[in-house]
């Protein structure tokens, strides 16, 4: 699959670059994984599904800094499968994982609380940590971050 198919089937659309609206996305993760690992003794759910939310935003920085946006009324699919077509094999088990958190986080979010253990929230951290590593080198590369 290509972005020219994501494109076609409405998944993503063009979006002009602007490079304050990806460091807003990147800023906003690196704040989400602070967070997440503030809060996780406390409530594992609720850090789980803030470190998916990491996990998300710095995938839209991606998005942006080549000039996508997700589009249609599954953005979170819309997002993980742009960074699956753009990442690929490189990161293939950490966009499945991105998709399993995608689902164990609507159920906390919106079905049962104390579904999620602390490992989990901790293993999603650790995730979302080495994804927002990459994603900053990338977007350094690129020159939208310093």
Do not use: C
């Amino acid at each position: 699959m290509k972005l020219s198919d994501l494109e076609r089937e409405g998944f993503i659309k063009k979006l002009p670059i602007a490079k304050r609206k990806v460091q807003d996305s990147f800023n906003l993760a690196k704040r989400d994984l602070k967070i997440a690992k503030l809060i996780l003794k406390e409530d594992p759910d609720w850090a789980f599904t803030i470190a998916y939310n990491s996990l998300l935003q710095s995938s839209r920085a991606l998005m942006f800094s080549m000039g996508y946006r997700p589009h249609g009324h599954a953005q979170h699919i819309s997002v993980i499968r742009f960074i699956e077509v753009v990442l690929g094999k490189e990161l293939s088990t950490l966009v499945l994982l991105f998709d399993r958190m995608r689902r164990k986080r609507h159920i906390a979010v919106y079905g049962a609380v104390g579904t999620i253990s602390k490992s989990e929230s901790e293993n999603a951290i650790s995730r979302a940590t080495e994804f927002l590593d990459k994603i900053q080198n990338i977007l350094k590369t690129k020159n939208f971050l310093e």
